[in-house]
């Protein structure tokens, strides 16, 4: 987050609620908050008296580099409520997460969430219960980390190596996608449509829905998290081939 243009636009609109961040491992970038940003973010909750809302489902799967600090641990006025999920570090689908926040915001969160869907599944909670009961849920989360630091390495490198030299990659010290920018005037939801999914049989997210204001189409996420290695390797070389005709 751009601290400097949030200053601006929180010195400038009425009745502001809560700042939005994804401080670690962002949804689609990959990327993180420094910690100098992680903290004016805080002063700037303080200053302007608005809640923060961190949301924070890729943090345990960091493989790399060091461990920043929440905003809710440099939160000192309970203003700051976190978001965890068990979706990332346990089952894709299990849709299961927890808050932590002031108590007063967690009766609130409770009431709101009676009124949007009644509760979660109880079956879903049942086997959470369970597995944490039963499973050491830190030597799952460490085991998976290996798994996805030489995931990223296969992807970053085969996309390197066989990407058009004007295509980038993110190097993402953990979560589980990079994002992959293409050339100004590429467009990656109709290449998807008529070349990756078709001849390499390559799904990703195309990066235009997560612009909501611009358009942007030359953009896309690429999740390293579910193929096999050869089959990360075989398609992603099969699509640079084909990224090579066209670019
Ligand atoms: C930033 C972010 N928050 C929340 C979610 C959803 O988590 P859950 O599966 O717990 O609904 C996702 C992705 O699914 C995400 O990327």
């Given at each position: 987050m751009d601290v400097d243009a949030l200053e601006t636009r929180l010195a400038t609109t009425e009745n502001i609620k809560f700042i939005y961040v994804i401080p670690d491992f962002q949804n689609p970038t990959g990327v993180s908050l420094s910690l100098a940003r992680r903290k004016r973010i805080i002063e700037l909750a303080n200053e302007y008296d608005v809640l923060v809302l961190e949301d924070s489902p890729y943090r345990e799967l960091r493989f790399e580099g060091e461990v920043l600090p929440t905003l809710a641990s440099l939160d000192t006025e309970h203003r700051v409520i976190h978001l965890g999920s068990f979706s990332k570090i346990l089952a894709p689908g299990v849709r299961l997460g927890w808050v932590s926040a002031a108590p007063e915001i967690l009766d609130k969160l409770g009431l709101l969430k009676l009124a949007a869907d009644t509760q979660s599944s109880t079956l879903n909670m049942t086997a959470v219960t369970r597995f944490l009961d039963t499973f050491d849920i830190d030597a799952h989360v460490s085991a998976m980390r290996g798994v996805y630091r030489a995931k990223r390495d296969l992807m970053v490198s085969t996309m390197t190596e066989h990407f058009p030299a004007e295509v980038t990659v993110t190097r993402p010290e953990g979560g589980l996608f990079t994002w992959v920018t293409f050339p100004e005037g590429f467009d990656t939801t109709a290449f998807m449509a008529e070349h990756a999914l078709p001849e390499a049989r390559v799904a990703y997210v195309p990066g235009e829905s997560f612009f909501p204001t611009e358009h942007r189409s030359n953009y896309a996420r690429f999740s390293?998290?579910?193929?096999s290695d050869d089959e990360m390797v075989d398609a992603l070389t099969l699509l640079g081939a084909i990224l090579n005709e066209h670019i």
């Amino acid at each position: 987050m751009d601290v400097d243009a949030l200053e601006t636009r929180l010195a400038t609109t009425e009745n502001i609620k809560f700042i939005y961040v994804i401080p670690d491992f962002q949804n689609p970038t990959g990327v993180s908050l420094s910690l100098a940003r992680r903290k004016r973010i805080i002063e700037l909750a303080n200053e302007y008296d608005v809640l923060v809302l961190e949301d924070s489902p890729y943090r345990e799967l960091r493989f790399e580099g060091e461990v920043l600090p929440t905003l809710a641990s440099l939160d000192t006025e309970h203003r700051v409520i976190h978001l965890g999920s068990f979706s990332k570090i346990l089952a894709p689908g299990v849709r299961l997460g927890w808050v932590s926040a002031a108590p007063e915001i967690l009766d609130k969160l409770g009431l709101l969430k009676l009124a949007a869907d009644t509760q979660s599944s109880t079956l879903n909670m049942t086997a959470v219960t369970r597995f944490l009961d039963t499973f050491d849920i830190d030597a799952h989360v460490s085991a998976m980390r290996g798994v996805y630091r030489a995931k990223r390495d296969l992807m970053v490198s085969t996309m390197t190596e066989h990407f058009p030299a004007e295509v980038t990659v993110t190097r993402p010290e953990g979560g589980l996608f990079t994002w992959v920018t293409f050339p100004e005037g590429f467009d990656t939801t109709a290449f998807m449509a008529e070349h990756a999914l078709p001849e390499a049989r390559v799904a990703y997210v195309p990066g235009e829905s997560f612009f909501p204001t611009e358009h942007r189409s030359n953009y896309a996420r690429f999740s390293y998290s579910g193929q096999s290695d050869d089959e990360m390797v075989d398609a992603l070389t099969l699509l640079g081939a084909i990224l090579n005709e066209h670019i």
